[in-house]
């Protein structure tokens, strides 16, 4: 599986500001590049127009002024010239200043000490386009620069497969010790509880001056139930003895109830011994969800559970007269598919043990497996994906016809686990899609012919062993089809 580099999409976007402030110190020192030397150009172009036109200018001559000026407004830089006389009168104006701005140089004209007139020069501003242009092969060869090192940071920072393998370790030995952490305190809160009940029992026995003699009995019996392997809890001996002589204490002295609770003190324990030797052992109950649990567990029947993915319960919205017909083509295409598909040759040997009916719940089909050699398994995800296909035809053309249906979840695994799928499809079932939760046996019986993959942060035991169809191969998709035909041609026979 390939992962992309860490934070790809941040480092995409500090690559573009990288570029664009790149480009952006290109343009402002290029501009000041050309602006100081179009200054000094304009200074010297002001200093030749009045060594030019001293005499014209003192003669006010304005024929010779203009065609002076013209000479000089025809350089692509200058923008506006204008020569003023002594008395600051406009002799000759050219070009189009208005129109366009710019840095304006002016310089008086004299001659010895007399002022006989002034030139003022305007220089067009530098277009940041034009720089643009101008750097066209610097930008593009940057740009370029820069996707390269963004092709780069996602080839050569991509987490390797021993990086990735030190993540799961890493990430695994967290679970593991938050799950110990809230086993101990499980643990010590048990523990807690029971030292608590201990501790009231040994105060009330103190408490009743006539319990003397039963708590040493009491002490004698757990005694002997440790070492014959038994494990009894003396708190409830010691209730029980307390009860009984309790309601001994109405009737008789001190000594007829010593007495008393010394004759019935061993039939006593003895019965409660007894009855706490008949009940199952407490190491028991983890061995039995252990086996429930275990991938290796045996199985020979499979449930396939089709569930409507209905968000808003439109179903139950519906009216009777439109939801008991559409309940009835579901059951009809669902035993009919059923039908067709255990006639295949690949799943001889594989039978339907009740008849699934469609409820506002969805439908549930029990396959059973009357040999070792049968597939039930396969059976059971090759079922589940022939309805899933026949009711994305029938979904479709009912939206085209608008009329009323839904999409389904499908659910497979063995019978044992049927509550438990019932709960994933609840849960983390996708419209469809299929789950699968099966032991080893039954993976290793469909892995030949679909591929499967994990459910991803899986939160729950069933959720980490649950696996989701991915796809079949050519073989069984075309069977698959050859059914769903046929299927949809009996229907319309």
Partial sequence: MMYLAPRQGLFAIIILVSFCLQTLLLVISTDQQLSKSRAHKGEQMVTQLIDEARLSLE?????SLSVIANRYTSEQDVARLVIKDSNNEILVPVGNAPMQKGNTIEQMATKGDAVIGSVALTLKDISKGEIIAMQWPFVIGSLLLHLLLLVAYGYIARPTKQQINALSREIDNLH???????????????LNAADSRDADSKIYDSEDPNNQAPNSSANSISTKGKSTGTAVNTAVIHNELNA?????????????????????????TDTTINQLQKLPSKPQKPAIATNKLSASRSYDSVSVQVKFHDEYKMLERLAPEMRVPYLALCTQLFNQALL?????????????????????????????ANNSHAKVALAGVMLGKLYL????????????LSKFALSVTVGVSDEA????M???????????????????????????????????RPTTVYER???????????????????????LMTGNE
């Fill in 59 to 63: 003669n006010k001559d304005r024929v």
């Fill in 244 to 268: 009984y002589l309790k309601s001994q204490q109405g009737t008789g002295s001190v000594e007829e109830q010593a007495l008393a609770s010394a004759d019935t003190r061993s039939s006593a």
């Fill in 417 to 420: 686990q049927s509550e438990a």
């Fill in 176 to 190: 593991r010790n938050t799950y110990a952490k809230t086993n101990s305190l499980d643990s010590r809160r048990q």
């Fill in 465 to 487: 062993e649950c696996a989701v169809f991915e796809g079949g191969n050519d073989a069984m998709i075309q069977r698959l089809a050859d059914v769903r035909n046929a299927v």
């Fill in 340 to 368: 067709e598909l255990l006639q295949l040759p690949l799943l001889l040997g594989v039978s339907v043990i009740n008849e699934p009916h469609f409820e506002d719940n969805g439908a549930v089909a029990l396959l059973k």
């Fill in 422 to 456: 019932a709960q994933l499809l609840k849960s983390v079932g996708k419209k469809e899609q299929m789950l699968i939760l099966l032991p080893n046996e039954g993976l290793k019986q469909i892995a030949n012919h679909v591929k499967v993959y994990s459910l991803k």
């Fill in 389 to 400: 296909m026949l009711n994305k035809i029938i979904h479709d053309k009912h939206i085209e």
